[in-house]
Structure formats: C-alpha cells, structure tokens
C-alpha cells in the first residue's frame, strides 16, 4: 500500500486482489427482510483498509441498507458481518468505530459549527484542549475556519456538507460510510468535492464506504464499485474493469452508454483463435467478439449477447476496411452535447446502434447527417461477449 | 416598515398609470383605492375584535376599579351621566382615585391570594410538563398511521363540557369516591383519603383540565423533529438515553416552553376547579375575585384585583410572544 490508493487495479493499491489480504469488513451471507419484503439476499462481499469502496444501484436496491447495517442502524436478518475479527453485528451504533454521514447532513441546529464537529469527541470524554485542537484541525480541513461560530441554518448547502464531512471524520472511525454525500450539491460543487473527498480519504488514510446513485460520481471517486440490484451486488469491480468488462447487461446498462446485440455462438474466427463469432441475423455476417484472456470458448449455438459502448462505435460514409464488425445503416439523430455527438443509426435489420465521436475541431458543417446512408463499425476487441 | 411600502406602491402605482391614462384621472385613483382598502379591511377585523371585545370591556373595568362602591345601580360610583356631557365627564374623574389599589396592598388576602395562584399554577404547569412530555414523546414515536388517532383521542375530552368534567372529578375524588373506592378495595388502604376540598384535588384538576394544552404544543415540536438527528448522535457515540437529552430535550424547548405557558397563563387566573375541587383553604386570586364580585358585591375592588391579575399576566404573556417571535424568525 502506497501513494494514492484510488486507482484501479493499474496500480499497486489492490488488497482485493491479494488473497492472504485480510478484509476490513466482512458480510457472510447477509440478508435483511423488512417484513417480507427482501431487502438484500444473501450478500457476501469484502471491503479492504484504505478503500475508497463505492456501492451503486439504483434506488430500492438495498445499498441504503447495506450501508445503515454498517452504521449499526439495522441489524442483518440472517448472517454476519465482521469487522477485522470481530462480529459487528453484537456491537451497537454507539459503541461502533463507524462513523457515518448522513444524506440530510443531520447536523445539530442547536449547536455552532465547533459545537457540532466536537459533539463525537464529547462523547468519548476526552480532555478539552485536545478536543479542541482536533476541532480546528477538522475546521481547517475543510476550509470553514471564518464559519466556527455559526448555526447550520446560517450556512450554505455546501458549507453544510463540510461541516458533516469534519463531524463525521473528528473522531478518526475505522470507517467512514457517506450516505449520498453530495446530492444536494449542484453540478460544479459536486465535482470539486469529489476530488476534496478523495484528497481527504489519501491524505487521512481512512476507509470510505459511499453510497450512490451516481454512476460518475462512483467512478470518479472509489477503488473498487459494488453494482447492486435487488438486493444483490451484481458485480464487484475497479471503475475501469466494472466499465470496460461488465459482467452482465445490467451492469453494462447501468454504468454510461451501451449497445447490446444479441445473437447465438457461431464458433470460433477462422484466422485468430482468441475471437468467437456470434451469429446475430440471418442475412448479415457474424459479429466478431475478442475473448479475455485465459480463453475459455462459450458453447455452440448459446444464446449471448454483445456489448459496445458508443464511443469505441465509429462512424463512416465509405465502407471501411481493417476492422471487424460493420453494419450498415442510416442516421435517424444526431445528439449534440458539445464535446461530443452521439449518432443514432438504424441498421438494416432495424437494431439503433449509437455511435459517439468526439468533436475535434469547431463544427461547421457535419461530414455526416441526417438520413446519410452510413456504416457503423467497431474492431473485435472493443466489445465483450456477456452471459446474461 | 408596511405602511411605506404601501405608500411606494401607490406612487409607483400612480406614476406608472399616468403616461397610459392621461385623460381620465378619475380611474386611476379608483384602481389604487380597493387594493389598500382590502389589506386595511383584512387588517381591522382582529384590531376590531381586540378593540371592542378586550380594550373596551377592559377600560371599563379600570374604570370601575378607580371608583367607590355605592348602593346604587350600579353599585359604584362615580357614574358617567351621558346627558351630563363634559362636566359630568369631568366630575367622573374628578372622583376617581387609587383607593382600591392601597387596599389591595394593605389587606393581605390578596396578595397572599396572588402568590398562592402563582404557585399553583406553576407547579400544575410543572406537573403537566412532568406527564405531558411522555404522552407527547410517545406519540411523536408512534407509527405514522396512529398519529391522527391519538391527536383526536388528545382533544376529545373538549368536547365534553369543561365543568361537567371538573364536576365528575369531584365522583372521582370524595371521600366515598371512585379512587378511595377503588384503592380500599385492593386493601392498599384502610381509610378513606381526603382529597376532595384540598390544594391537591386543585393540582389535580387543574393538571387533568390543561394537559392538553400541554401535549399539543409539544408534540407538534417533537413530531417534527428529523429521526436522524439522533441517529447522527448516536453514532458519533451517544447512548439512547444521552442522546435523548442531548438533542430531542434541546430541540423541544420552544413546544416546553409553549407548552408551560399555554397551561400557566389560564391556570394563573382560573376559577372554577378552586371553586368546586378546592377547600375553603385554597386561596387563589379567581375564586377571591368571585367572592369579591358576587359574595361582597363589591365591584370596584374586584375589578382592582382583576387590573392587578392582568398587569402580573402581561409578563408571562410578553415573555411567550417573544418566544413565539422568536421561533419564527429561526424558522424561517
């Protein structure tokens, strides 16, 4: 463990990947009814120290609940949950190295700024000169020092989620969870504290837990993402691998933008062995698709589905050349969003493929538009074969 | 601060019409005189209530307090002769004087009476306090669906007569009573307990008659409090029990504090639970009052004593405006 633990597995930060690496957090079997309704099913899932360990699904998937679990707010129906060795299911909220911050802020209005970040250190009663010197360090952290005397009504929303960030790091947890922490933030603020969470989360060499809804948000901040659905994590993996290999179309779906083309397993590609092809369309020639290496070849004739993401679709009017999977098709919209233009294209056989191109140059006049007869195409190792 | 306001309007109103409409000025002040006329209307409704139905009747009681009392009809005087005009007007307050007043002071009756009020009142606030703020607490913890219900079940005995419900305690509480009944029954008792006619059947009334007004105020400060401030408290460490006193009690002030005055301000001057409930012993300053007014047919020095009563009540009330005042402005 080194320098910045917040990247993916293309640097040395990977306990997860270590397996005599101890886990911080532990759920063995964890499932949590409320009444009949199942909110997580039989959950197994490790977070290591120094993680930055995102959970994101979409809202009723139960990552709220994970996390309030974490936080000792709920206890698991079934299962365990450790913490190094011990079970955390036995130890209640107060008495937990987990600190936690609220979606809502929660922040004390009777109290000041001070008066808050210093109500967990009172708690643990320990002497006033280092509460109050920890106090000003937390201040400082988070750039409130000309704040320290104010009310939570007489700040900011933003000055509010600093305050909560400070109270919820004063007393140093093991474990940090972030319930949503910047979803009252606008867009340009939300950025900018990603980055300072991060900062913070290396500089503190804590563990952080974040619950979010926001795709981008998880991978720009964590180490390792944890989709959830239903109360099941569908997948486990850095921001990279999570985008570029998921392992499902859920996940697929959920993380940016993706085309998905169903199809059967024709076999294996006659000149390079680690490409299978799939057959999608009775009139049009197969799709190439490169495996992960070790290759392990899919059955005959099993039902799979390919994935591309839009930005590794290109787009041209003639037909291309040194590439594998070309479908022809005609431009039904254009979508503009400044840095880049999206194509909707509809094929032949009438699947819309979307194509993204990054806007190089001042757009003056398009090489493509509406209505142009086009081909779209992407090479066989910008793809992934998905089971489900 | 409204006033000019309205006057900026009006002029903005009368400066922007006139480029328009420069031939008919007639219209234009027609268009700005309903719109104040409807805000001034709005406003004088309660300053006419308060006006007729508490200044008026409230001056005239002052009046009456200055006078002398007269076998007469009525038994006062000075009385102002309406055909006398300004003379008689005149000689009415040329006969007026603070008599009653210095009797007030002088005779210790009465403020033995105002501080027993005082007293009485502030522990039943207390007390009310002490058993209002469990009922309220629980309530607001209740499932959301239970609320209305319990709410109801809070203000339901007002639809009961007051004194019929003063007058079943007396049922309750006489020597051969429900509660003695009941208490000799378990053998926890041999004798009867008197509590009837005694300073404790009065807390007992009083505390019985104003909890509600107790409860409601402080449920609705207690119902409106976010649940996951005292998870925050007590994941930065808090026991239940610590966190209860360190945030819910705190952010409940302002419901205690209505709570507590809502309960004083009409216990202070209440009159019909000494009456019934309370012994001869049982001093309180609206059960003198009564005496004073119904007993000695004395208006004047009864409405001394209610002059008094009111200037004692003035701070209590000033203090919870202020409160009042207060909380919005933090609300808002």
Redesign the interface.
């Known amino acids: 463990m080194n320098g910045s633990p917040n990247f993916g597995s293309g640097c040395s930060f990977a306990p997860w990947a270590d397996p005599h690496e101890k886990p911080l957090i532990r759920f063995d079997a964890v499932t949590k009814k409320f009444d009949d309704f199942v909110a997580i099913d039989n959950l197994n899932l490790k977070i290591y120290e120094r993680e930055f360990f995102a959970l994101l699904g979409p809202s009723g998937c139960g990552k709220t609940t994970l996390m309030r679990m974490l936080a000792g707010f709920e206890q698991p129906t079934t299962g365990s949950i450790m913490m190094n060795q011990e079970h955390l299911t036995d130890i209640p909220p107060h008495r937990r190295p987990v600190n936690m911050m609220f979606q809502s802020y929660a922040l004390f209005p009777h109290m000041t700024v001070e008066q808050n970040i210093a109500f967990g250190l009172k708690q643990e009663r320990r002497p006033k000169a280092e509460i109050k010197e920890r106090v000003e360090e937390m201040i400082a952290l988070v750039q409130l020092q000309p704040f320290a005397k104010r009310k939570p009504h007489q700040l900011s929303g933003g000055q509010r989620q600093r305050v909560a960030l400070a109270r919820s790091l004063a007393k140093k947890p093991r474990l940090l969870l972030l319930d949503e922490p910047l979803g009252a933030l606008d867009r340009k603020l939300r950025e900018q504290t990603q980055f300072e969470l991060m900062t913070i989360q290396e500089k503190l060499g804590l563990t952080f837990v974040i619950v979010t809804h926001d795709q981008e948000e998880a991978m720009t901040v964590a180490s390792r993402i944890a989709l959830m659905e239903q109360g099941k994590v569908v997948q486990v993996a850095t921001p990279r691998e999570i985008y570029e290999t998921p392992n499902c179309r859920y996940v697929a779906d959920f993380l940016g933008d993706v085309n998905i083309v169903g199809g059967h397993i024709l076999g294996p590609d006659d000149k390079e062995e680690d490409i299978v092809q799939l057959a999608w369309h009775e009139d049009y020639a197969p799709l190439r698709v490169r495996l992960p290496q070790p290759v392990t070849f899919p059955a005959k004739g099993k039902e799979m589905w390919i994935a591309v993401r839009p930005e590794k679709v290109r787009i041209t009017k003639d037909y291309p050349t040194d590439t594998h999977n070309i479908l022809k098709g005609k431009v039904l919209d254009i979508a503009y969003t400044g840095n880049i233009s999206t194509y909707h294209v509809r094929t032949e056989d009438g699947q819309i493929i979307k194509s993204q191109e990054a806007n190089l140059e001042h757009l003056h006049r398009r090489a493509i538009t509406w209505d142009d007869e086009v081909y779209v195409h992407w090479r066989a190792g910008g793809c992934v074969l998905l089971e489900r | 601060m409204s006033n000019l306001t309205n006057l900026t309007e009006v002029t903005d109103l009368l400066t922007a019409g006139e480029p328009e409409t420069p031939q008919r000025p007639k219209r234009r002040s027609r268009m700005v005189l309903p719109k104040n006329f409807g805000r001034c209307a709005l406003i004088l409704v309660p300053y006419v209530w308060l006006l007729v139905l508490f200044l008026i009747p409230f001056i005239i009681v002052v009046k009456i307090s200055l006078s002398d009392t007269a076998i007469a009809m009525p038994p006062y005087t000075p009385t102002f002769d309406w055909a006398g005009g300004w003379a008689s007007f005149k000689e009415m307050v040329g006969g007026w004087d603070f008599e009653n007043f210095t009797w007030l002071m002088e005779d210790d009756l009465y403020w033995k009476s105002y501080l027993s009020s005082l007293e009485i009142a502030f522990v039943s606030s207390l007390l009310a306090l002490l058993i209002g703020y469990p009922i309220a607490y629980s309530m607001a913890r209740a499932p959301a669906e239970w609320r209305p219900t319990l709410l109801m079940l809070i203000i339901l005995p007002f639809w009961t007569s007051f004194l019929i419900r003063v007058y079943a305690w007396i049922g309750i509480l006489k020597k051969e009573g429900l509660l003695n009944m009941l208490l000799m029954h378990l053998g926890i008792i041999d004798d009867p307990l008197t509590i009837l006619n005694t300073d404790l059947a009065v807390y007992i009334g009083i505390v019985y008659s104003y909890l509600p007004f107790m409860v409601l105020p402080l449920y609705s400060s207690l119902e409106k409090m ?1 649940d ?2 005292l ?10 029990f ?1 966190a209860f006193w ?2 819910t009690v ?2 409940s002030l302002p419901g205690v504090i209505a709570g507590c005055f809502l309960v004083f301000i009409p216990a202070v001057g209440e009159f019909v639970i000494p009456d019934l409930l309370g012994g001869s012993n049982t001093l309180m300053i609206g059960k003198t009052l009564w005496v004073e007014f119904f007993a000695n047919r004395d208006w004047p020095v009864a409405s001394a004593v209610a002059v008094i009563l009111l200037i004692l009540l003035v701070v209590p009330i000033v203090l919870f405006q202020r409160q009042q005042e207060k909380q919005q402005e ?1 609300g808002a």
């Open positions: 976010d996951s401030l998870e925050a408290a007590t994941d930065l460490g808090c026991s239940p610590k360190l945030i705190p952010l933090k």
